[in-house]
């Protein structure tokens, strides 16, 4: 597509730049401040004791905490189109253990800016990628980002209360302690849990992204907040209720993944797509089936389900299992 046949415009200078988003120290504190966010319980990630004892010698991070960090974006696509941005979707792939004392570097791509017209419209995604290299210099995971651009008009119930926060869920999830060996597996096997959107964990979860201040530097990280949070942001956006945060959406897809796969398993990539907004008070049933096993592989398709039977986010992990003994 030529410059004239685009129906955006944006900056072609940053392809193919790498940019320098900053870099931190791992500690537990950040580590246990994920796993609280997100509740997770798998002493690998939350038990000094038992995970000294496990396959990495101690405490790692979750896989999904990477994406968590708070980047500073350096190379900014300047998208021009619509009047609306949201996250239309985001891979990780996860290739070393990350382990409290490590320092991460963040790099910085714009992989590339294209458009694709759907029964919606005309849609504009640009696709940034993170690279986490590690004080050896190793990759440990990388986390591709597409932010979509549309046209969004206000919504009919813009002036619509809060949700009040949800009782407990009704869907109990498959019990998923203990060790899964590839040979337990199979095609079609299926597990699930549950999760209720609430505004506190979502404004939680936008402190962990979000860099520490520069001076005279505008703020960034966590999105546009506002319609994560404010009702009537939201509905500026096209949106009838605040929304969920993509990284927090794909997290708990990884964390449904990584309960199941037990401490000697490995997610080594997951790729979600954000179909329609998980909004706050949303009773999300989370769904994985698997789809394939192959050598020491297994390919698990994975969602979120709310209670209006719409699946906001789909994707695919891949995860590496052991072999029985």
Same mark, same amino acid.
């Given at each position: 597509?030529?410059?004239?046949?685009?129906?955006?415009?944006?900056?072609?200078?940053?392809?193919?730049?790498?940019?320098?988003?900053?870099?931190?120290?791992?500690?537990?504190?950040?580590?246990?401040?994920?796993?609280?966010?997100?509740?997770?319980?798998?002493?690998?990630?939350?038990?000094?004791?038992?995970?000294?004892?496990?396959?990495?010698?101690?405490?790692? %991070?979750?896989?999904?905490?990477?994406? %968590?960090?708070?980047?500073?974006?350096?190379?900014?696509?300047?998208?021009?189109?619509?009047?609306?941005?949201?996250?239309?979707?985001?891979?990780?792939?996860?290739?070393? @253990?990350?382990?409290?004392?490590?320092?991460?570097?963040?790099?910085?791509?714009?992989?590339?800016?294209?458009?694709?017209?759907?029964?919606?419209?005309?849609?504009?995604? +640009?696709?940034?990628?993170? !690279?986490?290299?590690?004080?050896?210099?190793?990759?440990?995971?990388?986390?591709?980002?597409?932010?979509?651009?549309?046209?969004?008009?206000?919504?009919?119930?813009?002036?619509?209360?809060?949700?009040?926060?949800?009782?407990?869920?009704?869907?109990?999830?498959?019990?998923?302690?203990?060790?899964?060996?590839?040979?337990?597996?199979?095609? %079609?096997?299926?597990?699930?849990?549950?999760?209720?959107?609430?505004?506190?964990?979502?404004?939680?979860?936008?402190?962990?992204?979000?860099?520490?201040?520069?001076?005279?530097?505008?703020?960034?990280?966590?999105?546009?907040?506002?319609?994560?949070?404010?009702?009537?942001?939201? !509905?500026?956006?096209?949106?009838?209720?605040?929304?969920?945060?993509?990284?927090?959406?794909?997290?708990?897809?990884?964390?449904?993944?990584?309960?199941?796969?037990?401490?000697?398993?490995?997610?080594?990539?997951?790729?979600?797509?954000?179909? &329609?907004?998980?909004?706050?008070?949303?009773?999300?049933?989370?769904?994985?089936?698997?789809?394939?096993?192959?050598?020491?592989? +297994?390919?698990?398709?994975?969602?979120?389900?709310?209670?209006?039977?719409?699946? @906001?986010?789909?994707?695919?992990?891949?995860? &590496?299992? @052991?072999? &029985?003994?």
């Amino acid at each position: 597509m030529t410059t004239e046949e685009r129906p955006f415009t944006f900056d072609e200078s940053v392809l193919g730049v790498i940019g320098d988003a900053g870099s931190v120290i791992v500690t537990r504190e950040m580590i246990a401040r994920y796993c609280e966010v997100l509740g997770e319980t798998n002493p690998l990630w939350t038990d000094e004791a038992q995970a000294a004892a496990g396959p990495y010698g101690g405490l790692i %991070a979750p896989p999904g905490f990477v994406s %968590a960090l708070p980047v500073r974006s350096v190379l900014n696509p300047k998208v021009k189109f619509g009047n609306s941005t949201f996250l239309g979707g985001r891979r990780i792939e996860a290739f070393e @253990p990350v382990h409290p004392g490590d320092t991460l570097s963040f790099r910085e791509e714009v992989k590339d800016v294209y458009a694709k017209t759907g029964r919606t419209g005309t849609m504009v995604f +640009a696709i940034r990628r993170i !690279s986490y290299v590690n004080q050896h210099g190793v990759t440990t995971a990388t986390c591709d980002t597409s932010s979509l651009y549309r046209q969004t008009e206000q919504v009919a119930s813009a002036g619509a209360p809060e949700p009040q926060a949800p009782e407990p869920g009704h869907h109990r999830a498959r019990d998923v302690d203990g060790q899964r060996y590839i040979e337990d597996i199979e095609p %079609a096997d299926e597990f699930e849990g549950s999760w209720d959107v609430t505004k506190e964990q979502v404004a939680e979860y936008l402190t962990l992204t979000r860099p520490p201040a520069v001076e005279g530097a505008p703020p960034q990280g966590g999105g546009n907040a506002s319609y994560f949070l404010d009702g009537a942001a939201a !509905s500026n956006s096209g949106l009838s209720r605040p929304i969920s945060h993509g990284g927090l959406n794909t997290s708990i897809c990884m964390k449904l993944v990584t309960d199941w796969i037990g401490n000697e398993g490995w997610l080594e990539s997951i790729d979600t797509s954000f179909r &329609r907004p998980a909004m706050h008070g949303d009773r999300l049933v989370t769904l994985g089936l698997v789809t394939d096993v192959e050598g020491n592989q +297994a390919k698990i398709d994975v969602y979120l389900e709310n209670e209006r039977g719409e699946r @906001p986010i789909q994707g695919v992990a891949v995860v &590496r299992l @052991p072999h &029985r003994p």
